[in-house]
DNA sequence: TCGTATTTTACGAACGTTCGTCAGTTATGT
DNA sequence: ACATAACTGACGAACGTTCGTAAAATACGA
């Protein structure tokens, strides 16, 4: 399917020079064919990119959740920590995060309105799957008895430190590092000891 | 100082619009004058950005480094959860901040060599005078025994976190509860109890 | 299976606009 | 007078987009 072609390489660089300095001649060169020819398939810049942006939320959605759902056992440490190494993970072997990252927090002008409706959607569906979580644990008092929302909204800040430091993305080091930091100094903080 | 108005219209459009997105005409208009006009005060565009960029960059080192040079007391938690504050701060009073911010993970493509250098310039010289503070209260013994990276690393994450919180910027309150619950875990994760 | 009709896909050419930049000229103030 | 600053005018290049057309793929009836 070309237009799936196309939207990869339109992720490709939005990602890399965003809405406004990505060119449909560079797309259409990347895929082998002319800038008019992405017409035949979608309306425009903006119609392109929407559907690219709708792809890498679900993309993300879906991963995040599948995620959650799955695990059921009473071991917050072991599952926390491996939801980090997922984000990681998605983040490194597709593109579709860190071009999400980018639009959620620079989103083109014209689109920001219908960019933050996306981005709100989804940030409430992992808040409210995740704070459910954390909910069982404080029950189950295998870790500090709190309310909810705060251990939800620390992990939610750990899990967006890391992403910064993915995107910033240079030094494996270094990302390795602040991971090791932030989580270890994180489960302290919300476990029994 | 017209060369001043037309940084800090600049400033404002390379923000909001990123390098690419942003118009030398626009930022002109915004000054009240020609887009050609520039050119009596800047080489060129990216001459403008990159005079920007190091002003950007003064700025928040120079308010960073400051905070922690006027600080000597032996109380971690009232200085760090100032230091919050702080960035929150200078994140909303001036643009400079939020600029800095996203040209460091986003930056123009054919300026991220020099944009780069700039960046891990700054960020090494906040870390390691950070990192000899922690060092410092882990001596004295108000923080619990760790190696020196570990708190620091942790406290920079949690920094990141609430810039992006802030980046993001639609909800103070969903800014507020952040906040406390980051500093809420972080502090149980790094204080004796 | 073959030929034809229909749809899908890509193309060249061109549109109007905007971009950053350069050159030459006029106005302002010391 | 001289320097500084902002102007007008113009440049080539790139942008997203539209149009009409040609080729390629598909569907379909004989």
Redo the contacts between chains.
């Keep these: 399917m070309k237009s799936n072609e196309i939207k990869e390489a339109a992720l490709k660089y939005f990602t890399?020079?965003?809405?406004?300095?990505a060119s449909l001649s560079q797309i259409a060169e990347e895929v082998g064919i002319k800038k008019q020819s992405i017409y035949t398939h979608f309306k425009g810049k903006d119609d392109l990119f929407l559907q690219v942006l709708r792809d890498a939320k679900e993309t993300e959605l879906s991963s995040k959740l599948q995620y959650f759902n799955k695990i059921d056992s009473k071991n917050p440490e072991k599952d926390l920590y491996g939801f980090l190494k997922l984000v990681i993970d998605l983040f490194q072997k597709n593109e579709q995060l860190k071009f999400w990252l980018?639009m959620?927090?620079?989103p083109?002008?014209h689109l920001s309105k219908a960019i933050?409706e996306e981005v709100i959607n989804l940030e409430e569906k992992v808040q409210v799957v995740l704070e459910s979580k954390f909910q069982d644990w404080i029950d189950a008092e295998v870790i500090?008895r709190d309310a909810a929302?705060?251990?939800?909204?620390?992990f939610?800040?750990?899990v967006?430190?890391?992403m910064?430091?993915l995107?910033?993305g240079?030094d494996e080091k270094r990302l390795k590092?602040?991971l090791?930091?932030?989580w270890?100094?994180?489960?302290?903080?919300?476990s029994h000891r």
Aim: net charge negative; no cysteine.
């Design positions: 890399i020079h965003g809405y406004e300095g980018r959620s927090f620079f083109p002008a933050e500090v929302k705060t251990p939800t909204f620390a939610l800040g750990v967006d430190s890391i910064l430091e995107v910033y240079n590092d602040k090791e930091a932030s270890t100094v994180f489960w302290r903080g919300i």
